[in-house]
């Protein structure tokens, strides 16, 4: 099959790295990619919003099956785009059309979604300009701390807690009145804070039946112990020693099941991945959010433990025959340590050289690359989070261990990343230290 793979982070690279794999990727394209899948496959000078030209793309390079990394496309309708066009309408599109992709582009629709199917979730209400003072009213008399967040994408920066009224108030004026995520933030949510432990659930659905990947849990820290500014993610571990066998059945009864009923009775074409962002609140499960397609970086991570071929899962997804894969883990455990740019999240500079990844390999050890571009026979940076290193581990704290080891073989001028990912699994009482949840 010739595969067109859209986006250009680390979990572009993991999946090029795994679909290159298969004996079934005849070509393999990535629009645009980064300088690490430029290894798996063949980099194509195109934006992600690019619909015409991807679509002309595909007709011209006779592509059989397109996989979406990133949720802003999916959002955006890519997948209808395909569908409606005669000479794409037949290529398989691995991801959900615009109006299942809402379960991520709007949280007023998943909380309305969870509620209608009976999915458990944090109380919450949703206000606009129209119902501004009624906003106040809810957010003065509500319990601390408070969560508010943007309807829309808004890059990962529109969910805040806040713990005083004032700072809520504040927050809230400064969305619906003052437009500061734009569009995104037209319509505020307003919920209930969860406290407990956060973790991250994927699938893989045909829209009837679905596949279980293994589950993680990422780090969107800056700073060593859950610290400092959120970024995209500093890292991620899997599996998580809390999920035991009877935690994940409940986690299948009460929210990926009737998830996937719920999108077939509303009638929401859905073929891809669902990414649950879940937290265990007194030992029970809750969505946090939906995500149209997987996390990065916890895609670095779960990925590699997957054994079965990523090509033949992505064909019986569009044939609707998941319920006939028998799915097989690597029971190792995986950790993934994300190497930033100095300044990160805030101002970083590019074009700093990469050190060390021609001449160190380790066994075990994936480099996956992000923000990263080739340039004159070189690689250098290209973006705030720039290399994902995953280790195999025969426990969370072997595998961050032979990641960090990795990391100190490689350089880049002001390179940053944690040392402490998976912290409360490695040794110490997973339920002790629960970092602030709801984001």
């Not at 979604?113 to 809810?138: C, L, Q, W």
């Not at 949510?189 to 406290?195: A, N, P, R, S, T």
């Not at 699938?203 to 959120?230: F, M, Q, S």
């Not at 990414?275 to 939906?290: A, D």
Request: hydrophobic share 40%; proline share 4%; with cysteine.
């Amino acid at each position: 099959m010739n595969i067109l793979l859209i986006g250009s982070g680390g979990r572009e690279h993991a999946f090029a790295w795994k679909l290159s794999q298969s004996n079934s990727c005849s070509r393999l394209f990535i629009a645009p990619g980064n300088a690490g899948t430029a290894t798996c496959g063949t980099n194509i000078d195109l934006a992600t919003s690019d619909f015409p030209g991807l679509a002309g793309f595909c007709r011209d390079e006779k592509i059989d099956l397109v996989l979406v990394g990133p949720e802003e496309p999916l959002v955006n309708g890519i997948v209808d785009f395909f569908r409606q066009d005669s000479m794409t309408s037949h290529i398989i599109m691995i991801g959900p059309g615009k109006a299942a992709a809402q379960l991520e582009g709007s949280k007023a629709f998943a909380k309305d979604f969870m509620k209608r199917h009976s999915i458990p979730t944090a109380d919450y209400a949703e206000f606009t300009a129209e119902n501004y003072s009624s906003g106040v009213d809810y957010i003065k008399s509500h319990a601390l701390p408070i969560v508010i967040k943007a309807d829309g994408l808004a890059a990962g920066k529109g969910v805040l807690i806040c713990h005083n009224h004032i700072e809520a108030l504040s927050e809230y004026e400064l969305m619906i009145n003052r437009s500061k995520f734009g569009e995104a933030g037209k319509k505020v949510v307003v919920e209930e804070f969860l406290d407990g432990i956060e973790l991250s659930v994927f699938v893989l659905t045909d829209g009837e039946h679905y596949v279980l990947l293994p589950e993680a849990k990422d780090y969107k820290r800056i700073g060593e112990g859950d610290t400092g500014l959120n970024t995209g993610g500093m890292g991620a571990v899997s599996p998580l020693p809390l999920v035991t066998p009877e935690f994940m059945q409940k986690i299948r009864d009460r929210i990926i099941e009737p998830t996937i009923r719920g999108l077939q009775q509303d009638q929401l074409e859905y073929r891809g991945f669902i990414f649950f962002g879940l937290i265990r609140v007194n030992g029970e499960p809750k969505v946090i959010e939906y995500n149209c397609r997987m996390g990065d970086p916890e895609t670095e991570a779960v990925i590699p433990r997957v054994e079965n071929d990523l090509v033949e899962l992505l064909v019986a997804t569009s044939q609707k025959r998941l319920d006939e894969i028998d799915m097989q883990i690597d029971p190792r455990a995986t950790a993934t340590v994300v190497a930033v740019s100095g300044g990160y999240p805030g101002h970083y500079e590019k074009g700093k050289a990469v050190i060390g990844l021609d001449g160190h390999a380790l066994e075990g050890t994936i480099v996956f690359q992000s923000g990263t571009i080739a340039e004159d026979d070189a690689i250098v940076t290209n973006g705030g989070r720039v290399l994902a290193v995953t280790s195999y581990g025969e426990n969370i704290n072997e595998a961050v261990e032979q990641s960090v080891y990795m990391l100190e073989q490689l350089h880049f001028e002001d390179m940053y990343y944690r040392s402490d990912i998976g912290y409360e699994f490695r040794g110490s009482d997973p339920e002790a230290t629960a970092p602030e949840t709801n984001e």
